[in-house]
Each structure stands twice: as structure tokens, then as C-alpha cells.
């Protein structure tokens, strides 16, 4: 198995823009989480699912972050409209079962100037 | 809420020489679940050692070693014979075990470095 992948690895864009993070899970493993990580803050749970469903939103900072799972293969993390605040490393994590192993991807950097 | 402390933000080690990385977490709960990953350059999280609060072993992975005291809240990492390949931040993780509401709380991490 290729392991979690993310997309883009790196992206820098205007404040205002639309920004679009994705990620492809592990096949298999259940739960998916979105963390973002900031030297600040360092590591904060934004949002997770199981089985495609959101089940704890919390994290989610304003109504500007949206997250969807349509399947089991692909979840999107969207910003719109983007702030330079919402510079960060932002990474898809999964899980399989309820105590498993957290596996994460590569992060996606993002820069909002 | 639960909450996860590590109060070294940076530390040193000579290559071969052992290091020990502090944690310590809140809780009022007795089913729980500590970690350590491991943050290299590359960016990628890597779980390094898990320890279930239940097992009073403590929990080894070759050169890594927890010392886990319940009593205390206090969850360390101890790196034996220390590398140049463990240079990276490592972050201390806490979660209690509640089914589908399972999720893990980090600590700030501390950012390591293996002097040659």
C-alpha cells in the first residue's frame, strides 16, 4: 500500500483565494482525521470520520474550513476564502479500528499571502 | 478536558549517547493510550512506541524505551545509543479510549538533535 497521499504538497496562493486540500487514504482503514499543525498551536485535530461520516467538527476554526469525505478513497479540506492566518502544514491522518495506529501523509504546505 | 505537556522545547545529544525526552498528560480517566511520534525533516509523522495505560510494562521498541509512571501522569522517551537519523521534533500523545470518539490530543513537541 502506497500509505496516506496527499495533494498538493506545497501550495502558496493569494488571501481570498479558494484553497483545496486532498487525500487519499489508506484502503481499509476506517477513520480519517485533518490535523493542522503551526509553530503557535503546534498540532490541532481540525476534524475526523468514520466510515466517510464527519463524526467530530470541533476543531474546525471558522465556517471559512469545510472538510468532506464523498467515499471511502478521497476527502477534501477546503479554505474559502483563504487568510494568511491559515498558513500552516495541514496533514490526513487514518486510523483502522478504534485504538490502531495513526498513519499520516506527507503534509500539504500551505502559504496564503 | 485531557492535555499533553512537554516542557523541553529543544535538546541535544552526543551521537551513540542516550537521551530522555519528557511528557506529562492530564487525566481523570484509567483507560488510555500514550504515544511518541517522530517528526523528521521530511515532515512525515512516524509512530515511534505505544504504551496502554493498563500494561504496567513498560513498553520497548529496540533503542526506544518508555517509562511510563501511571501514578505521576508521566510518560517519557528514552533513545539508547542515539543517531544521527533520530534528529527531528517528537511529539508526546495521549487518548482515551471511548469507541468511535477516539482521538488523539498532542503535545507541542520538542525538537531533538544528534550532534556528530
Known amino acids: 500500500d502506497a500509505g496516506v497521499i496527499q495533494s498538493p504538497r506545497h501550495e502558496v496562493t493569494e488571501m481570498g483565494q479558494e484553497v483545496t486540500l486532498r487525500c487519499k487514504p489508506i484502503?481499509?482503514?476506517?477513520?480519517l482525521f485533518w490535523y493542522r499543525q503551526t509553530m503557535m498551536r503546534g498540532l490541532e485535530l481540525l476534524i475526523y470520520f468514520n466510515n466517510n461520516v464527519p463524526i467530530d467538527d470541533s476543531g474546525m476554526p471558522e465556517d471559512r474550513f469545510s472538510a468532506k469525505m464523498p467515499n471511502a478513497s478521497f476527502s477534501t479540506l477546503k479554505i474559502q476564502p483563504s487568510e494568511p492566518r491559515d498558513s500552516a502544514v495541514y496533514f490526513c491522518?487514518?486510523?483502522?479500528?478504534?485504538?490502531?495506529?495513526?498513519?499520516f501523509g506527507e503534509g500539504s504546505r500551505l502559504t496564503v499571502l | 478536558a485531557q492535555t499533553v505537556t512537554q516542557s523541553q522545547p529543544e535538546m541535544s545529544v552526543q551521537e551513540a549517547e542516550t537521551v530522555t525526552l519528557s511528557c506529562t498528560y492530564d487525566t481523570s480517566e484509567n483507560n488510555y493510550y500514550l504515544f511518541w511520534y517522530k517528526q523528521p525533516p521530511s515532515r512525515q509523522m512516524i509512530l515511534v512506541i505505544r504504551q496502554e495505560a493498563y500494561k504496567q510494562q513498560n513498553a520497548t521498541e529496540n533503542r526506544f524505551s518508555v517509562n511510563f509512571q501511571k501514578a505521576a501522569k508521566s510518560f517519557s522517551l528514552k533513545i539508547s545509543d542515539s543517531q544521527l537519523g533520530d534528529t527531528a521534533m517528537y511529539f508526546c500523545a495521549f487518548m482515551i479510549y471511548t469507541g468511535a470518539n477516539s482521538k488523539l490530543t498532542f503535545g507541542k513537541g520538542i525538537t531533538l538533535s544528534v550532534r556528530p
Open positions: 484502503s481499509g482503514h476506517d477513520y
Open positions: 491522518a487514518n486510523r483502522k479500528g478504534d485504538t490502531g495506529e495513526l498513519f
